[in-house]
């Protein structure tokens, strides 16, 4: 099942529910996804959530897979000495992707961190070819030559 289609069909039962508070739904939002990623066969520690005011933002490995925003309303009203409080309560869900298919998603995410590892393994390599090229040249141990090259990133705005 799609996740929009499984988090909608598990937030129904919530609508017009008394709510005890804000992190109460991120949690149910966080143990949802986590739960859809393993009967997906997917790695559930790669799959978080994170709440903003009346948003909970469904993430995988950092990159949001979309988001959950509810709307409150109020059920009951207390009045007490020092002043009133009121009861919420769940008035509805409206579940935003940002792709129509989870796991074609989760590809392109998986395939941008694969070329962002690429890329950073690429750039130690060549770092490290040019703190030999520096030893080699200088005749220097490894701490020098890491001393010149930081002075060279240093002077390079005075170029």
Known sequence: MELKQYIEQELQPYLGKKMNNNWEIDT????????????NGYTETDF??????????????????????????KIDTHHAWYGSYCDWAY?????????????????????????????????????KELLLEVMARYNIDKHKAVDILSAAVRAQYSL
């Open 91 to 127: 008035a509805s869900f409206i579940i935003f992707r940002n792709a129509s298919d989870t796991a074609e998603q989760i590809m392109n995410f998986d395939q941008e961190i694969m070329a962002k590892e690429d890329a950073k393994a690429l750039l130690n390599k060549r770092g």
């Open 48 to 73: 978080s959530s994170s709440q903003d005011k009346s948003y909970i933002y469904l993430k995988y490995k950092g990159y949001c897979l979309g988001y959950v925003k509810f709307k409150k309303k």
């Open 28 to 39: 149910l939002c966080h143990k949802l996804l986590r739960t859809w990623a393993r009967d």
